[in-house]
C-alpha cells in the first residue's frame, strides 16, 4: 500500500463541503473553515461547492501536496457515502489513506439543524474533534482476503434461477437452495405475463432448463436455512434438507396420488383445490419427482404399498450439509397481500377472489381447466378491485400484525390487473368488466397499451375515494351474488351500485417472513419490511453486510423483467467480487499488548466472530486478523486494557471526546446570506 | 488522456449514469472497456439534475464520484465529444467508426486551468443551464465536467486571439479538424439515454411562446445551488413566483403528439421539484394538474404523501389550453375531473410543463439492431433478458429501452454489463475451441 508519513509534525488539511447547498444552506462554510484554520496543527483550511468531484478531489491532492499535509480531515456528508471517495484522494496524494478522516457535517448538522449560527458552532464542533484525533492517527495497512469462487443463491423463483445462470455461465460455481420441494416460484402459478404475453410456464421451464443443466450448478430444494458462519470470501452456510420422500418415479404415479387418503389444501393453487399429502403442483414441474408434504401425510404407507414398494420412503430423516461460499444472492421473493377473513367480502362471499387466484381459474391447466366459473356459475359481470392491501391509509385501513399499513405502491397490480382484463374481454367478450381504482398506475414499456385496450374493449372504470374505500355486501333483491357500493370520483363523487358476480381483489404484495434470514445474515429491513439496499442509487443491489446481494422482489415489489434485471445486476457484483479472487478489508482489527494480557480469556468469549484464539506457550490472547471484524467488543471488555482497535484506540477516541466537548467554539461573524466565494485560507 | 486501444472487450455507448455504471460493472468484471461519449463532458443528464428522488439526496454527490470512478478505471477509457458514426458486425467483434469532434484544445497539453475561458469576451447562453445561465465561446462544460478540459464553441467565438495569448500550454489550435477513429469491440452496450419531448410539441400549452411557461431541466437548474440563479424565479421578470403550475403529461400519454406511453419520471419528478419549492419559498403555491399519480417505486408513494402534507396541492384535470396575460402570468383552462367535469380558468405566474422522455439517438442505419414503433431500442426477451437487443453482441441499458428513473437505469445497467460478460466469455471459448480445431486440421 502507498503512502506513509504519519510521522513528523503534524499537519492537518481541513476541506469544506459546501454539498452543493446540502450543507452551505445551513453552516457558514467560510466562517467554519476560517475557524478550523486557528485549531492547532492546521496547515490549510478550505471549502469546495462538492468536494468529491473530480475538481474537489483534485483541490485536496493538491493542497496535500502545496501544504506538505500529513492528516486530511473531509467535512462533509456521511462517511458512509463518501468516506472512500476522500480516502482514495489521499492515497492519490502519497498518504496513508487511513490518515483521512470524515467528519459529518450534513445528516449530523446542516439536515438537522436549523438555526445557521447554532449549525455552523456544530460543525466547527465536530470538525475540532475530527482534527483532534486526526493528531493522534497511525497509517494502517488493509488486510487482503481471499475469496471463495462460489456463489450460493438462496430462493429459485425467477430471481434466483437467474442470478445462478447468469454467474454458472461466467463459469463460477453455484449453488442454488429453495425451501420449497419445487423451483419456480410465483412465476409458476401466473398464467400470461406482460408485457410479452407469453405463458409464464413456457418462461420458467426454459431457466429451469438452463439452470438445471449447467455443470456448474447444484441445486437443492426443501432446503432450510439453518445456521450461518464466516463473513465476506468464506460464508459457511448450514442447509437442512427435509426429505422429499420419493426417490424415483412412481411406475404409475395416478396410482400412488389416488391411494392416498390424506388431502390438503392445493397452496399452489391457491386454495382453489385440494391436493393429496403426495403431490406435484403441476405437470412439468421441476424436479419432476412427486413430493410428500410431512404437515398432511400420516405415513399410513398407502403410497408405498401403491408403488410396489419401491421409490418411496417414509422414514428419512432430515439431514445437514455446509455450503461454502465466496458471496451470496438472496432471492427469497415475496407473498401476497394476506387477506384478512371479511375484508372487502373475501372469505364471506365465494363470488370474491384475488388476481392471483384469478390466474390460476385462467390457466388451462389450473383447477377450472380455464373457465372463469364460481360454484359451476357463469359469470356475466366481473369488478376488478385496486389497490387491496396497497396505499393503505391511517384511519381507514386497520393495520398488518405488526401495527403498521402498506402505504407503498405494489407497483404491478395496475398492469396485472389491466393484462388480465384485456385477457378476460378477449376470451369472453359478453363479459362486463368494472375497474375500482384510485390511480392507474401503467407505468413501464408497453404497459399502457393494456390500459388503452381495456379501454376499448369498454371496461367501466370507477374511480373511488380512499378515504371511503368501496364495500362489498350481498345484494338486497337477490338477483345478483354480490354489489359493490362506492362513490366514483370520475362523475363528481355519484353514489354508485354495482352488482356483480365474481370480484376479484388486486391483493398487494408484501414482504415474506425473514425472520431466519434476517437474523442469520444481519440485513438492513426497511419501513416497508422488504430488505433494504445500501442506498438506491449507488449500491441498489447489494445489503449493507459486505458479500451479501439482492436479487429481485426481495427488495420490494417487481415484475418479473424486473426482477430479472435485478438478479442479473446482481449476479453481476457478485461476479466482479469472486472474479476478483481476493478482497481488500479496512485494517480496523484488534491487537493485543502482550505485556499487558492477563490471560483471562474474557474477549475469547465475548469475540461474535470466533476471531481470538489463545496461544498457549504464553497463555495470552492472539486475533486471527482475517475473522477479525473490528467491532471492538473485545478492546471494551478487556479488564486490563490489553486490546486496542486500530484506527480507534484510546488516544484517538480520548482526544476527539476531550475536542467534542470543550467549550463553544469561538466563531467570527457568522454571515447571514450564502457565500459562494470558496476562496481558500492557506498559510 | 489515455490513449485509446485498437481493441477492447466492451464499447459503451453513453456516458450518462447508466454508460457510466455498465462500463465499471463490465470493467468491474476484469473487461476492458471503452465509454464513448457525445458530450464534451460525461455525466448525462444526472449531472445537472439538483436534488433526486425519492431520498432528496443531491444528484451531484451520486453521480459525481461515479464520473471520477469511471473516468480513473485502469480498465476504463475514455471518449469524449465523440460521435458514433458506424457500428458493424465484422466476424466476430464490432467495429466503431467513431468521429472526434474538434474541441479546438489540444487534450493532451490542456492542463484545464480555465484561463482562456477568462479571457474569452464572448458571452453565449449556457446550455447546461437551459440558456438561463451564460457562458462563453470557450467553456469547460461545467464546474462538475469531466473531463476538466475547454472546448471552443466555433459558431460563437469571434476569433479574435484572446484565448490563445493567455493560454500557458499554448494548446489552442484554431485549425484542428475531426478525427475520424475506428474501433474494435467485443461487445457493446448503448445507453444513450434520453431527451424531453419538445416545449412546442403541444402548441396549445405555449411553451417556447410563452416566457413563463418553462421545462422541468429549466426548474432544476434554478433549483441547483451550482445553477445560474440559486433560486426559482420567473424568466420574464425575474420575480419569485407565488403560484406555480405543473401540466403533467404535458408530452406522455398523448397519441396527438406521438408518445401514447407513460414517461414514468414526470410524475416524480414534477412532485420533488414542488416539495423543493415549498421548502425554499412557504409563501409559493405549487399545484399538480394531473391524470394518474404514478408514484410506483420503492418510497415513491410515501414521498407522495410527504409532498402533499408540505402542501403541495393536487388536482385530477386535464389542462386543455394556456393563455398569457399581459403581466406574463398565465391562465389554464383546465376540465376538473373530480367536479364532474367542470371547466375552470385558473390563473398561476409560473408554469412547468412535465414533458415526456423520448430517446435521445435513433441510430437507424448506424446500428445494426432493431428500434421498436416508439423508438426506443426493441428487447425482443425483455421478462428474460432484459438488457439483450434484437443483435446478439449488443446490449442496452437505461432509457434506450424505454423511460426509466435512476434507480432503475442503474440496475438495468448491472444487468447489461452481466449480459455483455456472459457474452464475451461464450464468444472467447468459440475462439478457443475454433483455434483447437485448426490446430487439430493443421497437424
Not at chain 1, 221 to 236: K, P
Not at chain 2, 354 to 383: C, H, N
Amino acid at each position: 500500500m502507498s503512502g506513509g508519513n504519519g510521522n513528523g509534525s503534524v499537519r492537518v488539511g481541513v476541506f469544506i463541503c459546501h454539498c452543493g447547498g446540502n450543507i452551505a444552506d445551513v453552516v457558514d462554510v467560510e466562517a467554519a473553515a476560517q475557524a478550523a484554520a486557528r485549531m492547532p496543527g492546521v496547515a490549510f483550511s478550505s471549502t469546495h461547492m462538492f468536494c468529491c468531484s473530480d475538481p474537489g478531489q483534485a483541490m485536496i491532492v493538491q493542497a496535500i501536496r502545496d501544504h506538505g499535509l500529513n492528516r486530511v480531515v473531509v467535512a462533509a456528508c456521511s462517511p458512509s457515502l463518501h468516506e472512500a471517495t476522500f480516502r482514495r484522494a489521499a492515497a492519490h496524494a502519497g498518504l496513508n489513506p487511513f490518515l483521512c478522516l470524515h467528519a459529518n457535517i450534513r445528516e449530523q448538522v446542516s439536515w438537522v439543524v436549523r438555526d445557521r449560527a447554532q449549525a455552523t458552532r456544530k460543525a466547527v464542533r465536530l470538525i475540532r474533534a475530527a482534527v483532534a484525533r486526526s493528531a493522534h492517527l497511525a497509517p494502517l495497512e488493509r488486510r487482503r482476503l481471499p475469496i471463495r469462487p462460489s456463489v450460493l443463491v438462496i430462493g429459485g423463483g425467477v430471481a434466483g434461477l437467474t442470478a445462478a445462470r447468469d454467474l454458472a455461465s461466467r463459469g463460477i460455481e453455484v449453488t442454488l437452495i429453495e425451501s420449497s420441494p419445487f423451483l419456480g416460484g410465483r412465476l409458476a402459478q401466473l398464467y400470461r405475463i406482460y408485457p410479452t404475453g407469453q405463458f409464464a410456464r413456457d418462461v420458467l421451464n426454459r431457466l429451469i432448463r438452463e439452470v438445471a443443466g449447467h455443470p456448474k450448478v447444484k441445486i437443492y430444494t426443501n432446503a432450510q436455512l439453518w445456521s450461518s458462519e464466516g463473513f465476506i470470501g468464506d460464508f459457511r452456510t448450514t442447509v437442512r434438507l427435509i426429505p422429499r420422500g420419493v426417490t424415483e418415479e412412481p411406475a404409475d404415479l395416478q396410482a400412488v396420488l389416488d391411494a392416498c387418503p390424506e388431502e390438503a389444501v392445493d397452496q399452489f393453487n391457491l386454495g382453489l383445490a385440494k391436493r393429496k399429502a403426495i403431490y406435484r403442483p403441476y405437470d412439468g414441474c421441476y424436479p419432476p419427482l412427486p413430493a410428500i408434504d410431512w404437515r398432511t401425510c400420516t405415513r399410513c404407507g398407502a403410497c408405498v404399498e401403491a408403488a410396489g414398494g419401491r421409490g418411496i420412503q417414509l422414514d428419512q430423516e432430515p439431514e445437514q450439509i455446509e455450503i461454502r461460499s465466496g458471496a451470496i444472492v438472496l432471492a427469497v421473493g415475496l407473498d401476497t397481500y394476506p387477506l384478512r377473513h371479511g375484508e372487502y367480502g373475501y372469505g364471506k362471499f365465494p363470488e370474491v377472489i384475488t388476481l392471483a387466484q384469478l390466474n390460476r381459474l385462467l390457466d388451462p391447466t389450473g383447477p377450472t381447466g380455464g373457465r372463469v366459473e364460481i360454484r359451476g356459475r357463469p359469470v356475466r359481470r366481473v369488478g376488478f378491485l385496486h389497490c387491496v392491501g396497497s396505499l393503505q391509509r391511517k384511519g381507514v385501513h386497520p393495520p398488518m400484525r405488526d401495527g403498521r399499513i402498506n402505504e407503498y405502491c405494489s407497483r404491478v397490480c395496475c398492469t396485472t390487473t389491466m393484462h388480465t382484463a384485456a385477457e378476460l374481454k378477449s376470451r369472453f367478450p359478453e363479459l362486463q368488466v368494472y375497474d375500482f381504482h384510485e390511480h392507474i398506475r401503467t407505468y413501464g414499456r408497453k404497459h399502457e397499451n393494456y390500459y388503452d385496450r381495456v379501454c376499448e374493449q369498454g371496461v367501466v372504470f370507477i374511480r373511488f375515494d380512499p378515504a371511503r374505500p368501496p364495500r362489498v355486501e350481498s345484494d338486497p333483491k337477490g338477483e345478483w351474488p354480490l354489489v359493490v357500493r362506492t362513490v366514483d370520483r370520475l362523475t363528481s363523487g355519484e353514489e354508485l351500485e354495482v352488482p356483480l358476480d365474481l370480484l376479484v381483489l388486486a391483493t398487494g404484495l408484501v414482504a415474506r417472513d425473514m425472520k431466519r434470514l434476517i437474523d442469520l445474515y444481519r440485513c438492513s429491513v426497511g419501513p416497508d419490511r422488504f430488505l433494504l439496499e445500501v442506498h438506491p442509487k449507488l449500491r441498489p443491489v447489494e445489503l449493507a453486510s459486505s458479500g451479501l446481494f439482492l436479487a429481485g422482489s426481495v427488495q420490494g415489489p417487481m415484475d418479473i423483467a424486473e426482477a430479472t434485471a435485478a438478479a442479473a445486476a446482481a449476479a453481476s457484483k457478485a461476479a466482479a467480487l469472486v472474479c476478483a479472487g481476493s478482497i481488500e478489508l479496512d485494517p480496523y482489527v484488534a491487537r493485543v499488548d502482550e505485556t499487558r494480557c492477563s490471560g483471562c480469556r474474557i474477549c475469547l468469549q465475548a469475540c461474535p466472530f470466533g476471531a481470538i484464539a489463545r496461544r498457549e506457550e504464553t497463555r495470552q490472547a492472539v486475533v486471527n486478523e482475517a475473522l477479525c471484524m473490528g467491532c471492538g467488543t473485545c478492546a471494551a471488555l478487556c479488564p486490563c486494557n490489553a486490546i486496542q482497535q486500530c484506527g480507534f484506540d484510546d488516544r484517538q477516541i480520548g482526544a476527539e471526546l476531550e475536542a467534542l466537548l470543550a467549550p463553544e467554539p469561538e466563531l467570527a461573524a457568522v454571515s447571514s446570506q450564502e457565500a459562494f466565494d470558496g476562496k481558500a485560507q492557506g498559510r | 488522456m489515455a490513449k485509446i486501444q485498437a481493441h477492447y472487450d466492451g464499447a459503451v455507448i453513453g456516458g450518462g449514469i447508466a454508460g457510466m455504471q455498465a462500463a465499471l460493472d463490465l470493467a468491474g468484471q476484469g473487461f476492458r472497456v471503452l465509454l464513448v461519449e457525445r458530450e464534451p463532458s460525461i455525466g448525462g443528464i444526472m449531472v445537472g439534475l439538483n436534488k433526486v428522488f425519492p431520498t432528496l439526496d443531491c444528484s451531484s454527490c451520486i453521480c459525481t464520484p461515479r464520473m471520477a470512478e469511471a473516468a480513473h478505471h485502469e480498465r476504463i477509457d475514455l471518449l469524449t465529444y465523440t460521435e458514433v458514426e458506424e457500428v458493424r458486425r465484422t466476424d466476430g467483434h464490432f467495429t466503431l467508426r467513431l468521429l472526434k469532434k474538434p474541441r479546438y484544445v489540444v487534450e493532451e497539453d490542456c492542463i484545464g486551468c480555465g484561463k482562456c475561458e477568462q479571457a474569452c469576451d464572448w458571452f453565449v447562453p449556457h446550455e447546461f443551464d437551459y440558456g438561463l445561465g451564460a457562458r462563453k465561446a470557450i467553456y469547460i462544460p461545467h464546474g462538475n465536467a469531466i473531463p476538466q478540459l475547454p472546448v471552443l464553441d466555433p459558431e460563437h467565438c469571434m476569433f479574435d486571439g484572446a484565448c490563445a495569448r493567455v493560454c500557458p500550454k499554448n494548446c489552442i489550435d484554431f485549425l484542428q479538424q475531426p478525427e475520424r477513429l475506428e474501433v474494435k469491440a467485443g461487445s457493446v452496450i448503448i445507453a444513450t439515454g434520453l431527451k424531453l419531448t419538445p416545449m412546442e410539441a403541444k402548441k396549445e400549452y405555449g411553451g417556447g411562446r410563452y416566457a413563463n411557461v418553462i421545462s422541468p431541466l429549466l426548474m432544476e437548474r434554478m433549483q441547483s445551488s451550482n445553477g445560474p440563479t440559486g433560486h426559482v424565479m420567473r424568466p420574464s421578470d425575474g420575480r419569485i413566483p407565488r403560484s406555480v403550475a405543473y401540466v403533467q403529461c404535458a408530452g406522455s400519454r398523448d397519441r396527438t403528439i406521438g408518445v401514447p406511453y407513460c414517461s414514468r419520471v414526470c410524475c416524480m419528478y414534477a412532485l420533488k421539484q414542488a416539495i423543493l419549492i415549498r421548502q425554499h419559498h412557504p409563501g409559493t403555491e405549487v399545484t399538480l394538474y394531473y391524470m394518474d399519480i404514478r408514484a410506483f417505486g420503492k418510497g415513491y408513494e410515501q414521498f407522495f404523501r410527504r409532498a402533499l402534507a408540505e402542501g403541495v396541492r393536487v388536482v385530477k384535470a386535464k389542462v386543455g389550453r394556456i393563455t398569457e396575460e399581459p403581466d406574463g402570468d398565465l391562465v389554464l383552462r383546465v376540465e376538473l375531473i373530480d367536479e364532474g367535469g367542470r371547466v375552470a380558468e385558473i390563473r398561476h405566474d409560473l408554469v412547468v410543463l412535465s414533458q415526456g422522455l423520448i430517446p435521445a439517438w435513433r441510430p437507424v442505419g448506424i446500428v445494426p439492431a432493431r428500434l421498436d414503433e416508439d423508438g426506443f431500442f426493441e428487447v425482443p426477451e425483455v421478462t428474460t433478458r432484459p438488457a439483450n437487443s434484437s443483435v446478439d453482441g449488443i446490449f442496452v441499458a437505461g432509457v434506450a429501452t424505454g423511460p426509466k428513473d435512476i434507480p432503475d437505469s442503474i440496475v438495468e445497467a448491472g444487468a447489461a454489463a452481466m449480459e455483455a460478460a456472459m457474452y464475451l466469455d461464450r464468444i472467447s471459448r468459440v475462439e478457443a475451441e475454433e483455434a483447437a480445431m485448426s490446430e487439430v486440421s493443421n497437424d
